[in-house]
């Protein structure tokens, strides 16, 4: 297994040192052609968002190159001749992808960090791109386990990215539709506008994506030295803490799924329907009910959602004739849909 590892790091380098290039130029050139650091310093023009965003693209976006010998017979039928047991071909897999992740960050970041610290003249808190750095390896982390599991959940490559994608906002929907049903109290803020509810949910923070955007926008302000702020309000912490307890549940379950579903994973399912619980069918249901009832706003909407969850359960079947069953559920998830939207426009 340590030679097999190897030789995937080694295969790898290229990328590794493409990816590193290109994230480390962008950050740089972004920082150096705009006026950060010569006319003032803010949360906004430390662009601590770039290697933060680009990182999280990297980790949402490599499992597809790591793992996509799982979606052709050909290549799987290579890499399951090898000596080695699927679950250790994935674990070299699923290692060397982080490494491919974590290895451009790294460069990115602290060359861009040194780069600021010498272009401006203004006073700025530079102790806080260390614990920032340090602290957003583990939402990264969690981007890339959640992405790896679910793509690894479809029969072919185009299924997985749908999964993926899925599933980073697959909460934040859930939540989103609660908190359309269950508004809050109206409240006045410290300026005196009285605002119709304050919600008691927060989607914002159940997106797999949250903690690594929080975090980077927090220390974006301390690295400014201008200041921060952040809502202390009783039901945002609880908003937080509820959210960022389930994304890290979520990279939890899906590290330890990947490997799990390994020992049973099957030869002849590769290239076929995705019949995996983690993708069409769940997402199918769920997208079509959150969505149609988000739509309570403008109704007009549900119209575009009804085509797209069409559309996504003939691509799911692979043919417009999605059959009896298939067509149940879609006319069912459609049904529920609109009555929610409904309650949330005109009962609640």
């Not at 770039?50 to 990182?55: I, K, M």
């Not at 993926?164 to 269950?182: Q, R, T």
């Not at 990279?251 to 995705?274: P, T, V």
């Amino acid at each position: 297994m340590k030679k097999y590892f190897i030789y995937e790091l080694k295969k790898s380098s290229f990328t590794i040192a493409c990816l590193s290039v290109i994230l480390t130029l962008l950050y740089l050139v972004i920082l150096l052609s705009t006026e950060a650091g010569r006319l003032g310093i803010n949360a906004y023009t430390t662009y601590l968002a770039v290697p933060a965003y680009s990182g999280a693209v990297l980790a949402f976006a490599v499992p597809f190159r790591q793992l996509d010998y799982k979606m052709k017979k050909r290549s799987a039928d290579l890499f399951f001749s090898l000596p080695l047991s699927h679950s250790k071909i994935i674990a070299v897999k699923f290692l060397t992808g982080l490494i491919i992740v974590f290895a451009p960050y790294t460069l990115s970041y602290w060359l861009g960090a040194f780069a600021m610290m010498i272009k401006t003249s203004l006073p700025i808190n530079a102790v806080f791109y260390i614990p920032h750095f340090f602290i957003t390896l583990l939402p990264l982390y969690i981007v890339y386990a959640v992405s790896s599991f679910a793509f690894t959940r479809a029969g072919k490559a185009s299924d997985g990215v749908l999964f993926s994608a899925f599933w980073m906002i697959a909460p934040m929907l859930a939540v989103a539709v609660l908190g359309s049903l269950i508004k809050g109290k109206p409240y006045t803020d410290i300026e005196g506008v009285t605002y119709l509810y304050d919600p008691y949910f927060h989607p914002e923070y159940y997106s797999v994506f949250s903690p690594l955007s929080y975090f980077t926008s927090l220390f974006a302000e301390l690295i400014s030295a201008d200041g921060y702020f952040m809502d202390t309000s009783s039901i945002t912490i609880a908003n937080m803490i509820v959210g960022f307890a389930l994304t890290a549940l979520m990279g939890a379950g899906a590290s330890a799924g990947l490997f799990i579903a390994e020992k049973n994973a099957r030869f002849e399912n590769i290239e076929q329907i995705s019949d995996s619980l983690f993708g069409y069918k769940t997402a199918l249901p769920y997208l079509t009910v959150c969505l149609t009832a988000l739509c309570h706003f403008a109704f007009f909407l549900a119209v575009f959602v009804a085509v797209g969850a069409f559309l996504l359960t003939a691509v799911y079947r692979r043919t417009l004739k999605i059959g009896n069953k298939q067509a149940i559920i879609y006319a069912a998830s459609l049904t529920a849909g609109i009555i929610l939207a409904l309650i949330c426009a005109y009962v609640l």
